[in-house]
């Protein structure tokens, strides 16, 4: 058998379960329609206020930074793994196997520092901060 018929079949069964899923879920579902299904909210409190309210910056500051950290952990364990490996073939010296991974650290590090002294990474101002009424460090 060939590999790509292999191949074909395999993405036909990853294409015909999930559809045969939504559409056996679509026959299968009750219909019964009422006003409240259209609400904000299905869980029978009345939305009050409006929906734009203003959220802290912040959160997603973190959220952004512990993702790109994240991101730095995942390629960073790969590396340390063939480290050895590289280092013992021979067609390739110490600057080949660690001048990209220290590049790669360099660059996250000038990051952390930009974000470090625009405030990114500082949840709460100090008492100092507050007194003296500085807005950034």
Do not use: C
């Amino acid at each position: 058998m060939n590999d790509w018929i292999a191949i074909g079949m395999l993405a036909l069964v990853g294409l015909l379960i999930p559809l045969g899923m939504m559409s056996v879920s679509y026959l299968l579902r009750p219909s019964v329609p009422e006003t409240s299904k259209r609400a904000t909210y299905e869980s029978g409190e009345v939305p009050t206020g409006g929906t734009r309210i203003r959220f802290n910056i912040q959160y997603y500051m973190v959220a952004l930074l512990f993702v790109v950290f994240d991101i730095e952990t995942v390629l960073l364990f790969p590396w340390a793994v063939v480290y050895q490996d590289a280092l013992a073939a021979e067609e390739y010296g110490l600057l080949h196997a660690l001048g990209p991974m220290l590049l790669f650290v360099a660059i996250l590090l000038v990051g952390l520092a930009w974000a470090w002294r625009t405030g990114a990474v500082q949840w709460a101002r100090t008492p100092r901060q507050l007194e003296s009424g500085a807005d950034r460090p």
